[in-house]
């Protein structure tokens, strides 16, 4: 780790997405949407519409955050509040051209938490 962050701090450029922090991040979210994926599969067996659909959403959600890493990684490595916003700017304008899916992926996912929970209070 302390290796990582010598050569960080050196002049050499380093890819934010190939750092520990977004590394760690990008799988931990993954891990979290294969769970709550597996938890919206036993609720729908069950019969438990609301949960399903609160689990399915949340899986996306996740999903969608798991591709974040590069930001995770500009908060904890960029020390300079300036370029810290630049780059974190950047990231987002790169990621809104690249993959503007991402964003409708995440207003579905919530929109589905959002149903599971009415479905739930309504029942």
Do not use: C, H
Request: charged share 25%; aromatic share 12%.
């Amino acid at each position: 780790m302390e290796k990582q962050n010598e050569s960080f701090n050196s002049n050499k450029k380093i890819r934010l997405k190939d750092t520990r922090i977004a590394y760690y991040w990008n799988l931990v979210l993954y891990i979290l949407s294969a769970v709550t994926f597996a938890d919206g599969l036993v609720s729908l067996s069950s019969k438990i519409w609301g949960g399903a659909l609160n689990d399915f959403g949340l899986t996306l959600v996740f999903l969608v955050l798991s591709t974040r890493g590069e930001q995770i990684a500009a908060y904890a490595y960029v020390k300079d509040p300036e370029q810290k916003d630049k780059v974190i700017r950047a990231l987002v304008e790169n990621e809104k051209t690249r993959k503007p899916w991402l964003g409708r992926i995440s207003a579905v996912g919530w929109g589905l938490m959002f149903a599971g929970i009415a479905i739930e209070l309504l029942m």
